[in-house]
């Protein structure tokens, strides 16, 4: 599967963007799906992830109750949609895809590097 993720773009403090990542090659209607991201001089980390069914969703503690993932496996699409946009998310964003049936379960049991494929990023940057 290759992964396109698109949105990105510079934000003044407060507004908001859509991230979109399509996946060709297959369906991924039966993965599990996430996006990360990577600011300068800092480690990838976790954004927030969705099961394969879009019904159980994931997020970290910094970007819960701004964020929202979710997907349209009809259109091989996964998306997030950001609120409430900080300074502080500023980075590059990645998704990505675990293949493994056992996908759904790791994601319930917190856990979300697991992922086997991955996308180019795509920038955000916000300003204050």
């Known amino acids: 599967v290759q992964l396109q993720a698109s949105g990105g773009g510079l934000v003044q403090a407060g507004g908001s963007l859509r991230l979109s990542c399509a996946a060709s090659?297959?369906?991924?209607?039966?993965?599990?799906m996430g996006w990360f991201r990577q600011a300068p001089g800092k480690e990838r980390e976790f954004v927030a992830a969705?099961?394969?069914?879009?019904?159980?969703?994931y997020y970290a503690d910094s970007v819960k109750g701004r964020f929202t993932i979710f997907r349209d496996n009809a259109k091989n699409t996964v998306y997030l949609q950001m609120n409430s946009l900080k300074p502080e998310d500023t980075a590059v964003y990645y998704c990505?895809?675990?293949?493994?049936?056992?996908?759904?379960?790791?994601?319930?049991?917190?856990?979300?590097?697991?992922?086997?494929?991955w996308g180019k990023g795509t920038l955000v940057t916000v300003s204050s």
């Open positions: 990505a895809g675990d293949s493994d049936v056992r996908g759904g379960s790791r994601l319930a049991s917190g856990i979300y590097d697991r992922m086997d494929y």
């Open positions: 090659g297959r369906t991924f209607s039966s993965d599990a």
């Open positions: 969705i099961n394969w069914i879009g019904v159980s969703t």
